[in-house]
């Protein structure tokens, strides 16, 4: 049996600031000893989205009170750490330097090593950490940024098998919530409006419904969602929770239909899946998981959704993902480059600081 590992895992990509110390048993799920989330939303709520300046000020600023925390709550030393994982993107460029920097300074001084995280593959391998999840399987993962299902065939190992053409799933929740005078942000304020609003008062479009490839497309929703609520603007509380109601359920449909199509090109090309899994801040909906669990057992697998607080960006699951490379020998040196764009499916290698594109 492999023997236990302990990572701090530290999460700066976007608007959250977050560090967790995670245990890998050499076995079954892992183990969470601390799990610190600084959100930001607050700074970014004037401005009605994330203000890449700001977030990348607020991560410097908060960084090391929220590691110290996480040692603080975990009850380890970093003399006692087996690495230190940071997510090295995709994301807001600021924010990884940010993180990926801090990550180096420490593995640097207490002479531990480092683990470069892609920030999708943590959300990949969060259903490992909470559900001891075999592979494969098959990733829906949902957020402001990205709408893939993708297959996850080990760590490192992931094909996706669909994306969206156009807005992510999170980001058309967010217009949406924009559009009809909502708070930022917008997929828990739609949610909370959808549920005491009529989905069929008003008819909106199921974009790609029936397509055979796996792929998403939302901003024609958004479009004609803008259309419907025009014609009845001024916009009553009745008539923005019905709108909500009917773009959520829409979501509902095309996410139904797009995963059913997914998860049968999974099976074409690698038989069955183990679980079909959610990650990512949409995965929090209620509707949708719901939804997704429906599809699952009609398709003759499970549904795995960790809780909401781990679908959301957070460190453990950047722990997690450290551990997971780390017990596999996958480590990085201290020249690995952060970046703002990486694909999941794009190899597992970081590039060194002089291969920055
Ligand atoms: O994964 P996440 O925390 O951050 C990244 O984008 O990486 O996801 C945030 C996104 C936002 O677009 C937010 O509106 C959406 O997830 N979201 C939801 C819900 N909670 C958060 N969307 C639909 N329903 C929700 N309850
Ligand atoms: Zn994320």
Redesign the pocket.
Same mark, same amino acid.
């Given at each position: 049996m492999e023997s236990a590992m302990v990572v701090l895992g530290i999460e700066t990509t976007?608007d959250e600031t977050a560090a967790a110390v995670v245990e890998r048993p050499g076995n079954g799920p892992g183990r969470i000893l601390s799990n610190v989330v600084l959100s930001q939303i607050e700074e970014h709520a004037a401005f009605g989205g994330v203000v890449p300046e700001i977030a990348a000020r607020a991560h410097v600023e908060a960084l090391d009170l929220i590691i110290a925390q996480a040692m603080k709550e975990a009850g380890r030393s970093f003399a006692a750490l087996d690495g230190i994982a940071a997510a090295a993107g995709p994301g807001l460029i600021g924010g990884v330097i940010v993180g990926l920097t801090t990550a180096k300074a420490i593995a640097l001084v207490r002479e531990k090593p480092l683990v470069a995280v892609n920030h999708l593959e943590a959300h990949a391998l969060t259903a490992r950490l909470t559900d001891n999840t075999d592979f494969p399987y098959c990733l829906f993962l949902a957020?402001? *940024?990205?709408t893939q299902i993708v297959a996850v065939l080990d760590v490192g190992k992931y094909e996706r098998l669909g994306t969206t053409v156009d807005d992510a799933i =999170? !980001?058309a929740? +967010?217009k949406t919530a924009k559009l009809l005078g909502l708070g930022y &942000? *917008?997929? &828990?304020e739609? !949610?909370g409006e959808a549920k005491h609003g009529d989905a069929e008062r008003f008819i909106l479009p199921r974009p790609m419904l029936g397509r055979v490839e796996a792929d998403f497309s939302l901003s024609g929703l958004k479009t004609a969602l803008r259309i419907e609520a025009e014609k009845v603007a001024p916009l009553s509380d009745q008539d923005v929770a019905d709108l909500c109601a009917a773009f959520q359920q829409a979501v509902v449909d095309v996410v139904s239909d797009r995963l059913r199509a997914g998860l049968r090109i999974f099976r074409e090309r690698f038989g069955g899946p183990t679980a079909l899994v959610v990650a990512? =801040?949409?995965a929090?909906?209620q509707a949708?998981r719901r939804a997704l669990g429906r599809v699952a057992s009609e398709q003759g697998t499970v549904l795995v959704a960790p809780p909401p607080e781990l679908?959301? +960006?957070n460190g453990a699951m950047i722990a997690w993902a450290g551990a997971e490379r780390l017990a596999r020998g996958m480590t990085d040196t201290l020249d690995v480059a952060p970046r703002a764009r990486c694909p999941l499916d794009g190899g597992s290698e970081w590039p060194r600081r002089d291969a920055v594109r």
């Open positions: 976007c957020s402001g *940024g990205h =999170g !980001e929740f +967010d &942000p *917008g997929g &828990p739609v !949610e990512g =801040g949409v929090v909906n949708i679908c959301t +960006d």
